[in-house]
């Protein structure tokens, strides 16, 4: 008896804690999900904004191919400062590995310098800057 | 021939398209992506990562009851400041109505209360200000 109140509190246990975290104890490994920050040069907006447009491939094949999905950019003035925030979920198994060689693919290493030229690292950084992740809700 | 020829330009202008803007032709409406951003008080950053962690259930049920799903929640510190950033997508069809509906359940209003109180809003706002979205591919 004693057993089974203790197996039905473990299974409310999992429970709640299934319902709370929103992953289910079982199916694919949720990505990892990953939120970046750059400053932008707020001359080049308009620029940046018709390089990123739908209608540009850009580097969207290389980021699908080195597992970087779901990916969005945002942009918004902070006390007189335009900044760029980026939100994206790698589902590989390497992301070191993966970012890696995406640096090393020529196409990427272009589109980087056109980029780079238009952005403004955080102090202390020389590209996008990693944010923590605190939240998640599927 | 003719046709022919045009209906192949035509053929490989949708792919291309499909291809670059990474929506389908067909298929479910992408959700609308939203990206928020405002000051979070440095002293309580250790209570707003415990309040937000997977095992506090919080309003989780009420995200989801109004169709933001996905959700994210990243913070990070741009020049001495802490600031929080959230990323989340809506597939409901009338974002007003259900963010009015989310705001006037109560135990959202204790959420907000107990949030409002560890969060500065950027000057000219009284709450998460909202981020240009400028890119997207899946």
Known sequence: MKCAIQLGIAAIAVGAVTFCSGFAAIGPKPPLR????IG????????????????????????DKYH???????LHEIDGKWYEFAYCEY??????GDMAKLSAEPRNQKWMETCDAMQIPLRGETSWANMEHVFHNP
Chains 1, 2 share one sequence.
């Not at 990953?34 to 920050?37: D, F, H, T």
């Not at 932008?40 to 739908?54: A, D, F, S, V």
């Not at 970087?68 to 945002?74: C, D, G, V």
């Open 68 to 74: 970087l999905h779901n990916f969005s950019i945002f």
């Open 34 to 37: 990953i939120g970046k920050v």
């Open 91 to 96: 589902d590989g198994d390497d992301l070191k």
């Open 40 to 63: 932008i040069r707020p001359e080049t907006i308009t620029e940046y904004k018709r390089l990123h447009r739908g209608n540009n491939c850009a580097v969207r094949d290389l980021l």
